[in-house]
């Protein structure tokens, strides 16, 4: 997804909030890399605190999660690669 990175923040922003999905799951869906869904949350920090502290409530929610998934997703990643 190309286009204005403010406008692309907070639409990833939003998608993240109202999915609860995760950085990778976001990343997946906008056609863009993790690094850059965490490098437009960083611009949204200062766009749009409201929209971040609600990202950042999902975030964390999914750093404390991912040990019960296990690898899932990496494990995912490895088994489409080959």
């Known amino acids: 997804m190309k286009g204005d990175p403010e406008e692309r923040a907070v639409m990833i ?35 749009n605190p409201g929209l971040w502290a609600e990202v950042q409530a999902v975030v964390q929610k999914n750093k404390a999660e991912r040990h019960l998934r296990g690898g899932e997703a990496t494990r995912q990643k490895y088994l489409h690669t080959r």
């Open 13 to 47: 922003g939003r998608y993240i909030a109202q999915s609860g999905a995760t950085v990778r799951a976001a990343a997946q869906v906008f056609g863009i890399s993790k690094s850059t869904v965490w490098k437009d949350q960083a611009r949204l920090r200062h766009q």
